[in-house]
């Protein structure tokens, strides 16, 4: 399954929007340098999950918004990478890296449990609406996918 990406054009409008250089901005997240940020603006690298709220927070905007996702429906990996995780940290009693990842994946199967929903929910930092819907918006976009594929 395609990953949400963060969008470099809405990185870009929000630092300069909050008035910021990308050499204050790297330096309020605590990076060697603005490299860092251009190669982010401009697509050639991705930043590792655990920037994506951080960036968020410096220049006032939510997580969800430098995503290429909708974020009135995001899929569980936006909302993953909004929570600042990688998929090896999204782990807790009852709920194993390969069950989430199965969840993320979209892959289809039985209807996750209330424990599992809760555990991802309480991972991820939000509620469990929250992730029920993802869970079917990233189930969706698996069965797109394979239809298209197939």
């Keep these: 399954m395609a990953r949400p990406l963060l969008r470099g054009d809405r990185l870009q409008a929000a630092r300069e929007a909050k008035g910021l250089t990308r050499e204050e901005l790297a330096a309020e ?5 603005p490299s860092r940020i251009r190669v982010w603006e401009t697509g050639i690298e991705r930043p590792r999950p ?17 995503l290429d996702v909708d974020p009135d429906d995001p899929p569980l990996a936006a909302l993953r990478l909004a929570a600042g995780r990688a998929t090896n940290e999204v782990t807790a009693p009852g709920l194993s890296v390969m069950t989430y990842v199965r969840l993320e994946d979209g892959r289809t199967g039985a209807i996750p449990s209330a424990e599992v929903i809760g555990a991802v929910a309480h991972a991820l930092g939000v509620d469990v609406p929250c992730v029920e819907a993802a869970v079917r918006r990233s189930r969706s976009d698996y069965a797109a996918l394979a239809s298209f594929s197939g």
């Design 50 to 66: 655990r920037f994506v709220p951080r960036l968020a927070a410096a220049l006032g905007v939510a997580p969800l918004h430098l």
């Design 29 to 33: 997240l605590q990076l060697s340098g």
